[in-house]
Every structure is written in C-alpha cells, then in structure tokens.
C-alpha cells in the first residue's frame, strides 16, 4: 500500500507546535508499523512548523514535504477561514484548483492508496486521487487521555463531525444489539462505572448542586473557540457565546455545570472577571475553579449528571456508557444520537423520564467504528485495518456496511480494553498550581506510607526471635565485636 498522511499544514490557532505532538507521538508509531512490515510506502504531506519532525521521519522509512505558511497565505486568508471552506464544501473551484496544483508540485509524482487526513477536510485530495480511499483520522469515543478509558481512533470514509459516516449511517449501521453485545456493555460498564469511576470521582453531587435550587444538573464541556470543530458545526463564535446562550434558556431548574480542556488557556472563560459576572448573573450557573485541577474532570463527573450538551465534544458520547440523554448544540456527529436539539425542552424531557436506550449505536461505537489505540500504533494489526477498509471501498464504496466486520472479536476487544484501562483516576493536571500542589501531596502521602511501612517492618524484625538469634551468631563468630559489646554493658552496670 502506498500511504499519504496529510497533516493540517496551517499553524492553528497560533500554536505552531500543536500537530508536531500528534506526528511523534501518534502518527509516527502508525507509520512504523507499516514501514516494520514492508511493501509499504509512507509520504507525510506537513506545515513548515513540523519540519523539525523530517530527521525522525527520515529514520522511519518515511518520505515528506513541506508546505510553508507563506504559501497556504496565497490561497487563503487564514486557517480559520481556510478550514472552513474544506470543511463545509464553500471554497471557490480557483480554490480548489491552487491548492490542488501546490500539492501536486510537493508529491513530485506520489500516488496513493489511501490518504489518511488528520482531522481536516481534504476535498481537493478526493479529487485529485479519485482511485484513493480517503480516511479521516481523529479521536472517537474515547479522546486521547480520557482516561480511565484508553484512547480510542476512527478512521472515517466520509468526513468528519456532521460530515462523516457516524453522522449519516451510525443508527442504521449499528442495527439491533446482539445478545453477545449486551454481555459486552454489562461487563464495560461493570469494568469502568463502577469499579472505577463511581468510586473515585472527586465529588459528590451535593458539592456541584451547592445549595442552589435546582432539580436537574447538565454537563457543558467547553470546546475551542476560533477552530473549524466549533465555529464549523455551530451557530457559535466563541465557548463564551455557548455559555450564555445555554444558561439563557436552560431554565433556572437546570444547573449548568461547565468545564473547560484546561490545555486551552486563551479560551478559558474564567477570566478578566467572567465567573463574577456569571454568578451574579445566572444562579444555576454551576463552575468550580478545582475543575482545572484534573485531566479531563468532564468525566469525573458524569456519575451525578443528568444530561450532557454539546457541539461536537466526545463527551457527549461517553454520556451513551452512562444512558444519560445528550443535547446537540450544533450540527455534528452527535445528532444522529441526540435526545434533543432544543435545551429549552430539556427540563420537560427529564420529568418524563424518557430516555431512549442507545445501547446498539454504543456497541457499534466500541467493536466496529472506534479502533483502540493498541491496535492503531503498537502493533501489526494496523495494517489488516486498512487493508480491510481499502478492499471494502474497492468493492462497495462507502454503504451502511462499510463498518460490517470488526476488527476483533467482541471479546478480545474486551480483553484489550480491560488492559488498557487505567484505574490511576483522577489524575491531577500538573500544568496548573492547584494541580501540583494534589501531585504534590499524592506522592508525600506514599511516601509516608512506604516510612510507615518500614518502621513496622523493623519493630517486627526487632521482636522476633530470628533476630535475636542473628545477633548471638554475629557476636560469636566475631570475637572483637563481641568483645566491645561486652565492655559497653559492663560500663552501663
């Protein structure tokens, strides 16, 4: 197979080493994979702020080319308004024809099997390789570091969010659940919600709700701002904008919890007096600064909420593990599972306690459409995936049945999950103060229990009757040590 990763060339959201963290530390490992099994040829398509990656590439086996911000300033403006045009299928055909013509002067001649495109759109792409599956690659169900959950990828014939297969076919795709796949949910959800998570969650529901009088709480993860994965699926500018808008018309028996992805600082509403406002200005409004404390607190927390809104977070698809309903704020691959599209009838649709089950459409997400990180980059499975994906579109095309075959039986899958799984929640977010104070106080408190440890360890040694008889054969095989002790108890009489 020959194989063209394209990853977004545009510095995004002026942080020129953003991509560089998924070349080393995800995509890398894929194309080692490929490069370890041979008859394989790999090509990474990249921005000039990755260009620092070619060494490591170079070593793998790996041809690349660069494509500098001086030229991606000649088709577009910025990446914000360059993003969205591939995303949402607007750019001009003198567009599409640039930058159709600058890729093609940068693959000197490469023609590939498949073109893996990490999370962005790639039309002019499609076009110019109509005889190529395209793959959309970005984190599904489980985002990277969600843990307890391991990290779990799609690979998706279509697009992504309100483009991609999950959005169009998901339902359909996932049909009745099997006998097998309620076993399987059963024991994920024994495995996750209640061994780990229910029990290590740094809440309680009473803490969120605070003394406020509200009936219901509802989880708001906080995505983005100035990124095509919000201001492409949604009504929305800014995470501020969803913030008030939600509290707006949630009604005051909703308590709106809203956490922020603590990697994002310059989105972060708790600033320049926001929360003061806030508070003063919604009562339901439900923040607590500690949420900045833990990695991914969103899932701490889902064991006291009610329901989760969103625009595209997978936040909203772990709300399926825990059969509590998801509200689509936006366009995007939640729809197609939404309960509702309106906060405004929430309230309403809780008092009915009408939940629809969505169990069918979750199995379908762990053992067909999301692939595990364990099979995506640490081992040779990789490359049955792809093959298998690549024979299927040759056949077919893209039809409800692209995702037929699993790529594992349901229980090894299962298996592979119960590995992964880490119980090592919550983990502090170091990056903040507060964060490193809890790590901080986490490794004094095992050092304690290490002193403690070995100090009852010695009482033990010091009583027992082997050590008293160590010493009476240390003294008598030594006759000057047993000289001295000697002196020193008859100078003590």
């Known amino acids: 197979m020959k194989i063209l990763f394209y990853v977004e060339p545009w510095i995004e959201k002026n942080h020129p080493s953003w991509k560089t963290g998924w070349i080393t530390g995800v995509l890398l490992d894929m194309a080692h994979q490929l490069n370890h099994a041979g008859g394989h040829s790999v090509f990474f398509l990249m921005g000039d702020a990755q260009d620092e990656c070619e060494p490591e590439l170079q070593k793998a086996g790996c041809t690349s080319a660069i494509i500098s911000q001086t030229e991606l300033r000649q088709i577009h403006n910025d990446y914000l308004q360059a ?65 307890p959950y391991p990290t779990t990828w799609y690979f998706d014939p279509m697009g992504s969010f309100q483009n991609s297969f999950f959005r169009k076919y998901g339902v359909e795709a996932a049909g009745e659940l099997p006998e ?17 998570l229910r029990k290590k969650t740094p809440y309680t529901r009473a803490q969120l709700i605070g003394g406020r009088k509200v009936d219901y709480l509802l989880l708001l993860p906080l995505q983005q701002g100035q990124y095509f994965l919000l201001n492409g699926c949604s009504r929305y500018a800014a995470p501020w904008d969803i913030v008030c808008d939600v509290l707006d018309r949630a009604g005051p028996r909703i308590g709106v919890v809203v956490t922020e992805h603590v990697h994002w600082h310059e989105d972060s509403i708790a600033r320049h007096n926001a929360l003061t406002y806030l508070r003063r200005r919604y009562p339901n409004f ?6 900045a404390c833990w990695e991914n607190v969103s899932h701490l927390l889902l064991p006291h909420i009610d329901a989760v809104a969103s625009v595209s977070s997978t936040v909203a698809l772990n ?8 509200v689509a704020l936006g366009d995007s691959q939640l729809n197609g599972v939404a309960d509702l599209a309106d906060i405004e009838q929430l309230a309403g649709y809780l008092d009915a306690k009408r939940y629809r089950h969505k169990d069918n459409v979750l199995y379908f997400l762990l053992t067909r459409y999301a692939f595990m990180d364990e099979y995506v980059r640490k081992s040779q499975r990789l490359i049955g995936i792809l093959q298998t994906l690549l024979d299927t579109w040759r056949k077919a095309g893209v039809t409800k049945d692209f995702y037929a075959q699993t790529y594992d039986t349901p229980w090894r899958l299962l298996k592979a999950y119960f590995r992964a ?17 809890l790590e901080l106080e986490k490794h004094i408190d095992a050092q304690h229990h290490q002193i403690l440890g070995l100090e009852e360890r010695i009482r033990y040694i010091y009583a027992s009757d082997i050590w008293k008889a160590g010493k009476v054969m240390f003294y008598l095989t030594r006759p000057r040590e047993l000289l001295g002790f000697l002196m020193r108890r008859l100078k003590r009489l």
């Open 83 to 147: 993003s969205l045009e591939w995303h949402q299928g607007t750019y001009k055909p003198e567009t599409m024809a640039a930058m159709q013509s600058l890729v093609r002067k940068k693959l000197n001649g490469f023609e590939p099997d498949i073109i893996m495109s990490f999370i962005m759109a790639v039309p002019f792409l499609r076009d110019m390789f109509p005889g190529a599956l395209t793959l959309v690659q970005e984190t599904a169900i489980f985002a990277y570091g969600a843990k």
């Open 180 to 196: 097998e796949g309620r076993k399987f949910l059963a024991l994920f959800r024994k495995k996750f919600l209640d061994r780990i």
């Open 286 to 291: 439900i923040y607590l600064e500690d949420f």
């Open 319 to 326: 709300a399926l593990l825990w059969q509590k309903p998801v």
């Open 421 to 437: 799984a880490d119980a090592n929640v919550p983990k502090p977010y170091v990056d903040s103060v507060q964060g490193r104070i």
